[in-house]
């Protein structure tokens, strides 16, 4: 088992910066790929972000390159998605979730889930 909480969400204007943190416990985290999932409200949850087990590569959906940067401290068990360049079309619910072996896009791949942290971005 994997358990991760997230943390830093909250309001910003536009082109405001936000700093996310994922904190994780159980399994080694060393072990598991974590990404970055959305949901924005009445849309599908959508793929922001990964980084692979030991941090060397990350994977971007196109709306976020450029602006967001995910990284992970695997000594201290955390996962960051820097979120730069803020726009209201970035408002949602930001989920931090985990899974064994290779990275994928697809939420319903990913077996641990955090609980969410809201970001809105708004004038």
């Known amino acids: 088992q994997v358990q991760l909480v997230e943390s830093g969400g909250g309001m910003v204007h536009p082109g405001g910066s936000l700093r996310l943190s994922c904190a994780a416990s159980?399994?080694?985290?060393?072990?598991?790929?974590v990404g970055w999932f959305r949901q924005a409200p009445g849309k599908e949850r959508e793929f922001v972000a990964v980084?692979?087990?030991?941090?060397?590569?990350?994977f971007y959906t196109d709306s976020v390159k450029g602006r967001f940067t995910i990284s992970r401290d695997n000594a201290n068990n955390m996962v960051y998605l820097q979120m730069n360049s803020l726009t209201p079309e970035d408002t949602a619910v930001y989920y931090c979730?985990?899974?064994?072996?290779?990275?994928?896009?697809?939420?319903?791949?990913?077996?641990?889930w955090g609980q969410g942290t809201q970001v809105t971005v708004s004038s």
């Open positions: 980084i692979t087990r030991a941090g060397g590569n990350s």
């Open positions: 979730a985990a899974r064994q072996w290779t990275f994928t896009t697809f939420a319903s791949d990913y077996a641990y």
């Open positions: 159980g399994r080694t985290f060393s072990t598991v790929v």
